[in-house]
């Protein structure tokens, strides 16, 4: 048994197929394994039964959270909803897909004994040729845009304090960037571990397209004018949420 007071967000949209699964092993792992914890899931304005699985898990299980919008936010949103809420000292995410099982967080619980964060890459992602094209873009323009790397993934372990200086702006999933790029340029103590996603759970991503790859390379351009006018030390200085 963890001892470890920990958030978990998940990010649900439109999830009725996947999201009972990901829930009943998240909350399995997380008795067996960790001594305090909270599951927080963010309905994006789903139109299906997601936040209706969420209401019947939480009579049963009081740690179970719904953190609800009323129309879909995009993911950066609802991670942003979630961190917001989180009150525990450690926070992570979790997909409502399945692709990051519970026991994924293994490695980040162990990696976390000697730093503040702990980020991760994949291994390899598998999830065919269009994807493939489409991180490798996103990568590509992160570093020309940013100067920085850009393959984390949205999986990562930190202390809820770090939130209160590093202010998030991003409605998409670069939301996942624009805040381990701060705490990295503040020299948190970090490590990065690796790991391989699992398959979806059932039905599509809603992420992996062209369209919202040019939302997050707008919001990348946006981050780089924030950090040459100073907005995130001065926001950091304050209220850092929006």
């Not at 490695?107 to 094209?133: H, N, P, Q, W």
Request: aromatic share 8%; proline share 4%.
């Amino acid at each position: 048994m963890h001892d470890l007071s920990l958030s978990v967000v998940i990010m649900a949209f439109n999830e009725e197929a996947c999201l009972p699964i990901q829930l009943d092993r998240t909350l399995r792992y997380l008795r067996a394994n960790v001594r305090d914890f909270e599951i927080l899931v963010v309905d994006d304005g789903s139109v299906d039964a997601t936040a209706e699985i969420v209401r019947r898990t939480a009579l049963c299980e009081p740690r179970v959270r719904l953190l609800s919008h009323s129309r879909n936010l995009g993911m950066g949103r609802a991670i942003r909803t979630g961190y917001r809420a989180a009150t525990k000292e450690w926070v992570t995410q979790l997909p409502a897909d399945g692709q990051v099982p519970p026991e994924t967080l293994e490695a980040f619980i162990g990696a976390a004994k000697e730093v503040d964060l702990v980020l991760s890459v994949y291994d390899r992602r598998g999830d065919g040729l269009t994807r493939a094209l489409l991180s490798a873009s996103y990568r590509v323009v992160g570093r020309v845009v940013l100067g920085a790397r850009a393959d984390y993934t949205g999986t990562m372990l930190f202390r809820r304090a770090l939130l209160d200086s590093a202010p998030l702006f991003s409605d998409t999933f670069f939301v996942n960037l624009e805040f381990p790029l701060q705490c990295l340029g503040r020299g948190v103590t970090h490590k990065i571990v690796t790991f391989r996603p699992a398959p979806r759970l059932a039905g599509r991503s809603k992420v992996a397209t062209a369209r919202r790859i040019a939302r997050v390379a707008a919001e990348m351009v946006a981050m780089r004018v924030r950090l040459a006018r100073g907005i995130y030390e001065r926001h950091a200085q304050g209220d850092g949420w929006r």
